[in-house]
């Protein structure tokens, strides 16, 4: 096991009551290098519980804790604006929407975290965007305006501006949206190298089995907004335990997954 | 002299209406863009208020909207004047009631960019840790002015030629120019003609400077 100093991000009973969804008492860790899935069918919460953790929905319940504090929630207390925007800055979210600001071109869209964030002379960001653009095989586009890159480089790019920032922890939502498999599974495992090449711990929301078994160490499956089942991703995709994992198995084609079990169709109707 | 003549030898007094015209256009433009900035603001501001709140912000500029600009011009020259007791150039009123012209319509318009701005760009500001007030001055801000200049462009186009409205209240521009020589000279159909190619020359140049200039920002593609 990994010494305790090793977690980036740990987290315990987290709930969030909402008017459609309720997340009720998830825990999860997420150690250095390491990437954690969340697996789900949509509406299941699993996109709710990522902006939960990077507090865009606050949670009423449980607790957190990062490199730099413990968060208690209670329901009640209200979250300082400056506790709010460091935290940000270690654990950050990288929506599923293209979302790169289109008044900046790539490299600057990349650069603006480190420069206006972390204050860094220009230099130093410069460097950072070097390094990112490189590693994220982006640097054809890198003077580019962000309406003329496909779709996957601007994904790419996205995740590049949050890993400009030297976060602890990038929690992305389906990464993969968008792209053919083979493009999805290239552009999946540069993220991962630039992820663990600078320790940087990575939560993947997806409901594609494929991406969680290629990206992943641990994987936690969402149903109706609580964790259904835990485990290493080989297992739980292999000998899933719960109907829902079943489901999502069987829909994705469960027999692509090494030795998944063949699941009636039964099962994957009755869900 | 043929009516060519006649305007060649007018050109001085053309040149003078085109500078009145360009400084009243432009100084409203500004001012009106400025204010209405704030306006537009505010107004947005008041959106979630009380119904009686919303009403009372929105009279005046609701009112100013559904009224004829020559009667404001007429009313602001003729009739202002009356109650405060001393008469206004024609230059200040002009200004003063296309500033306020411009000054609704960029309140529209900012109102409508505010409202529209895209929501996963500003998320994103705040997931990599920006400040509130970083995300609006950063993000925000670019991006509505980006959403907005279109509009704020075909706005500027359109007060320019609202501008030959002020030859209502002698105010010596282009239109007022171009009829003190058709009164003199009866030339109505050429000096009209001149007017038409002076306001080409000036919009066409403008309008491309505007569509190069959105297409850059990616705005009109």
Partial sequence: MNPPNDFLLRVSGLTARMPYLTIRSVSLDVVRGQAVGIMGASGSGKSTLLRMLALFIKPTGGWMSTRERVWEFDGSSSIAPNA???????????????????????????????????????????????????????????????????????????????????????????PETGLDPIRAARQMDLILTTCERAGTGAVIVSHNPSTILRATTVTHVVHAGGVVESGPTKTVLNCPGHPETQALLAAAGAGVFGSAPVIRKETYEAS | MTPFQILVSATPAFLHGLRVSMTVWLLACLFGTLLGIISGWLLYRV????????????????????????????????????????????????????????????????????????????????????????????????????????????????????????????LEELLHVTDTVIAKNYVAVPAYTALAIVFIALILPLNWVAKTYAQRLGVMR
């Fill in chain 2, 47 to 170: 959106r979630r208020r009380s119904l009686i709140m919303r009403m009372a912000a929105n009279l005046i500029p609701e009112l100013l909207k559904s009224l004829p600009v020559l009667v404001l011009l007429i009313w602001c020259h003729y009739l202002l004047p009356f109650y405060i007791g001393w008469s206004i150039k024609p230059e200040v009123t002009a200004v003063v009631v296309f500033t306020l012209v411009v000054m609704i319509a960029v309140g529209e318009i900012v109102q409508s960019a505010i409202a529209n701005l895209p929501r996963g760009e500003i998320e994103a500001g705040h997931a990599i840790g920006l400040s509130a007030i970083d995300v609006g001055r950063l993000i925000a801000m670019p991006l509505a002015f980006r959403a907005a200049s279109p509009a704020l462009i075909l706005l500027y186009i359109d007060v320019l030629k609202l501008s030959t409205l002020a030859s209502a209240i002698a």
């Fill in chain 1, 84 to 174: 709010l925007t460091a935290h940000r800055r270690r654990v950050v979210y990288v929506s599923q929407a293209n979302t790169l600001w289109p008044h900046l071109t790539l490299r600057e869209n990349i650069e603006f975290g480190p420069r206006r964030v972390l204050h860094l002379r220009h230099d130093e960001s410069h460097a950072r965007a070097d390094m990112l653009l490189h590693a994220l095989d982006l640097h054809h586009v890198a003077a580019s305006r962000t309406w003329t890159v496909s779709g996957g480089e601007a994904r790419r790019g996205a995740v590049a501006r949050a890993l400009a920032l030297e976060p602890d922890v990038i929690l992305l939502d389906e």
